[in-house]
């Protein structure tokens, strides 16, 4: 599989907002079990702050430059060997390994799922994260486990 060209935000060193440039970003082909997106849409989070400002650089350090982001929303563009469930042109929604905020990202069959028809592409990259954090409190108060929205 190989790579290509995108524009993607990136930062080079820890920082605040002003750190954030457009670059150009080489994203590679997908592998065994992966896809590649083109991006619609990528979610903010707050841990995309906290990881920039190098606030979790012990714990979560980065390979600079790079690009934040993990909430993504866009078309299959090329899928990675074995993959089964999606192909070329499907709408899916989930979280990136390549990082969001750029016009083409890598995701892990695993962690996508087909976005409803209708759903706008901004509503469908805001709910990766939000869909894993959250626990609905009556579920919590009945003892019902949580499990991850898409599994």
């Not at 605040?16 to 590649?36: S, Y």
């Not at 990528?42 to 980065?62: H, Y």
């Amino acid at each position: 599989m190989h790579d290509r060209c995108c524009r993607a935000v990136a930062f080079s060193t820890y920082g605040d907002a002003d750190v954030l440039r457009m670059v150009d970003h080489a994203v590679p082909g997908p592998g065994p079990g992966q896809v590649r997106i083109a991006v619609r849409a990528a979610g903010v989070n707050p841990i995309d702050w906290k990881i920039r400002s190098g606030a979790l650089a012990e714990m979560m350090p980065v390979r600079l430059p790079a690009v934040p982001g993990v909430d993504v929303a866009g078309v299959v563009e090329q899928v990675g060997p074995g993959v089964t469930g999606f192909a070329v042109g499907d709408e899916v929604f989930g979280k990136a390994v390549t990082g969001s905020y750029a016009e083409l990202a890598l995701a892990d069959l695993d962690a996508l799922a087909a976005k409803p028809a209708g759903m706008p592409w901004e509503v469908a990259a805001a709910l990766p994260v939000r869909g894993t954090v959250w626990t609905p409190p009556w579920t919590r108060r009945a003892g019902v486990p949580c499990e991850p929205w898409w599994s």
